[in-house]
């Protein structure tokens, strides 16, 4: 069973950085795609990072350039570098994984285990 748990967040003011990290268990990168997902109040799920275990990764138009998702297999930890924060980055943070079939980089892909979440909240 993989087991998720968000850390890192909290409230910034705009311009400012957070890194947000997940401890992952029962998770293989051969097997498994990781990502992290946002929600603000009001508004649907939306992918934020994805990556695969060739480190290769994808980002959402609205954060590239700005945030960066990277892994460390060693142990077991998934992170989400966020720089120059806007108020609209305002969401909880979710670490999310999924058997791997097709391309852990597809956006489309649903993903079946979730952490509880880690609050952002970014102020102008």
């Known amino acids: 069973q993989v087991q998720l748990v968000e850390s890192g967040g909290g409230s910034v003011q705009a311009g400012g950085s957070l890194r947000l990290s997940c401890a992952a268990s029962g998770y293989t990168s051969s097997t498994h795609c990781l990502g992290w997902f946002r929600q603000a109040p009001g508004w649907g799920r939306e992918a934020v990072a994805l990556?695969?275990?060739?480190?290769?990764?994808r980002t959402a138009d609205s954060v590239k350039g700005r945030f960066t998702i990277s892994q460390d297999n060693a142990k077991n930890i998934l992170y989400l570098q966020m720089n120059s924060l806007k108020p609209e980055d305002t969401a909880m943070y979710y670490c999310?994984?999924?058997?791997?079939?097709?391309?852990?980089?597809?956006?489309?892909?649903?993903?079946?285990?979730w952490g509880q979440g880690t609050q952002v909240t970014v102020s102008s």
């Open positions: 999310a994984a999924r058997t791997w079939v097709g391309s852990c980089l597809d956006f489309s892909q649903g993903y079946n285990y």
């Open positions: 990556i695969d275990n060739l480190d290769r990764t």
